[in-house]
């Protein structure tokens, strides 16, 4: 029997006895909440790319592709179109991360204001379900591959249930195609596949293990196949896998990885691939080789901190198995550029840190790195440590690049904050960037495929970007691109697109750097006036 305690008007109606479907088609509509400022982001330069959103959260598209096809399903990203809170539809689905915490809440109270059966899940609604149950009609916690489906079947008897939980983690092999013709899909940047979920290791502030667990579970190489080719039918030229360590299961990784190469060659390398691995990926020489041969061109890898004691402190001991600078260096000469996953804020990082940190990536010559702040997310063992040590100072806004809810342990919350504002500025400073950015193009090894090879969308392309880093920048700015582009025009030209893409990436972070400034001499401003404030004496 169905719980939920404030009935839409499409419950209510239900529970009164009507059939849910009237003789009519079910209408279902899937809404992604808009992506807050971040790293990854890049709002200042998606109009130089002609995009609106770097790419869409797959979890909406692969509810679409959990309906049967009798129902009648839109999606709608609030990143490249508005929301129409008075669409015509008898359910109304609703995801979203930590992030999108209260956008999410905004959409709830607005579709149910206007009568709307509204549903939620996603990695929010599975973290942090307390904080959702009573505020939606029906909540889903954890993957929904066979919960949707058991949800549709209930809906239409009106008899579904309040909360919807899986009994166990799901076979992917089983599970059907997103629905990628439902996206918008010129309105992003790239295009987002899943290989497989879940991850080996134990990092103690990672929340991946506690919604995916540490079991890799794969689809066939046949089911991401067939999502790549759909991919490229719809036009898309960059393709991102978003597996949290896509070399979990690195038999699987590898049987995939020689699919997509044979696939890339036989289709002339259309699509550049990226994803998340572990550092051990520096190890395996044959898995490096088929990551080249597929093209994948860029991976994100979480290092997390040069220094051995913090990695050890958070259980990152696949890091602690060679030269972190030589392993990222081996990955580069594969030709696949590594953006790096950075932490300030261990037990063990004292003061010295930023500097340390700064020093390591400008050696690893990683161009990109998204440094943040420790943080202790809901549900995973390092939130349960430092609240058991009385460091708690608040829960997690998803957002590490302003707040960390911990109290450090070898440095004041004062130094933390002020030593991760020097740090993030000087990152981006143009003269640091440029020299690893330089570094890095002039070191890296060969790509599979040339990027010489420039066509009309190429070429408007590049007009756009150097009319946004050129032509209406500032002279600084100018300096930068034009420079940064001549010298590998003169001294590598095959490295020049990465360079272009180097220049307008760098723009996207120094201007977000810019952005949070602010946020962050805010904080700090707080805890000055909180260390000067006088102790009030104590009479005896």
């Not at 696949?336 to 500097?355: K, L, P, R, Y």
């Not at 920048?473 to 095959?494: C, N, V």
């Not at 001499?521 to 260390?531: C, M, N, S, T, V």
């Amino acid at each position: 029997m169905a719980i939920d305690t404030v009935p839409s008007r499409t419950a209510q109606r239900l529970r009164e006895g009507s059939p849910a479907i009237g003789g009519e088609v079910v209408r279902i509509h899937l809404v992604t909440p808009r992506n807050p400022p971040s790293f990854w982001t890049y709002d200042h330069v998606l109009p130089a790319l002609g995009k609106r959103c770097v790419f869409p959260n797959l979890s909406m598209p692969t509810v679409a592709g959990l309906t049967p096809r009798e129902y009648e399903v839109t999606l709608c990203d609030e990143n490249v179109e508005a929301i129409d809170f008075d669409v015509d539809a008898d359910v109304v689905g609703i995801t979203g991360y930590i992030v999108h915490r209260e956008r999410m809440i905004e959409l709830i109270e607005g579709f149910r204001a206007r009568g709307k059966f509204v549903v939620v899940g996603g990695p929010y609604a599975s973290l942090c379900p307390e904080e959702l149950r009573g505020r939606c009609d029906v909540l889903f916690v954890d993957e929904a591959e066979e919960t949707w489906p058991q949800f549709l079947r209930d809906f239409e008897a009106g008899t579904w249930q309040a909360e919807y939980r899986p009994d166990d983690k799901p076979d992917l092999t089983a599970a059907p195609m997103p629905r990628f013709d439902l996206l918008k899909v010129d309105r992003y940047h790239a295009l987002t596949i899943q290989f497989a979920r879940g991850c080996p290791f134990s990092c103690e502030f990672c929340d991946i293990i506690v919604v995916y667990g540490r079991r890799p579970r794969a689809k066939t190489v046949a089911q991401v196949m067939a999502e790549i080719a759909e991919c490229h039918r719809l036009g898309a030229k960059q393709v991102f896998l978003v597996d949290d360590n896509f070399i979990g299961n690195k038999k699987l990784a590898k049987e995939l990885l020689r699919a997509v190469a044979t696939w890339s060659v036989a289709n002339g390398h259309p699509i550049h691939f990226n994803t998340e691995v572990s550092l051990n990926v520096a190890q395996d020489d044959e898995l490096l080789e088929l990551f080249r041969a597929a093209h994948f061109t860029t991976v994100f890898i979480g290092i997390e901190s040069p220094r051995p004691a913090s990695l050890a402190e958070t259980k990152k001991t696949q890091n602690l198995r060679g030269d972190l600078v030589a392993s990222v260096r081996r990955v580069q000469s594969y030709g696949i550029q590594v953006q790096a996953g950075m932490i300030v804020g261990f037990d063990h990082d004292d003061a010295t840190i930023f500097e340390e940190q700064l020093r390591f990536i400008q050696e690893a010559r990683i161009p990109v790195s998204m440094t943040g702040m420790l943080q202790a997310m809901p549900k995973t063992p390092l939130h349960a440590r430092v609240a058991a040590e009385g460091r708690l100072v608040g829960e997690t806004t998803g957002d590490q690049f302003v707040f960390s809810n911990i109290l450090p342990r070898s440095m004041t919350r004062l130094e933390l904050y002020r030593g991760y504002r020097e740090l993030v500025t000087r990152l981006y400073d143009f003269r640091v960037f440029r020299r690893r950015s330089m570094d890095y193009l002039f070191g890296k090894g060969r790509e599979v495929a040339s990027q010489t090879r420039i066509g009309g969308a190429d070429m408007r392309l590049f007009a756009r970007i150097m009319w946004r880093t050129v032509v209406r920048a500032s002279p600084r700015r100018a300096w930068f691109t034009l420079s940064l582009l001549a010298a590998t025009l003169f001294r590598r030209p095959s490295v020049f697109v990465d360079a272009v893409s180097l220049a307008i990436v760098h723009q996207a972070l120094y201007d977000y750097v810019r952005a949070l400034r602010p946020h962050l001499d805010r904080a700090i401003a707080e805890l000055e006036a909180r260390e000067a404030a006088p102790v009030p004496s104590v009479s005896v």
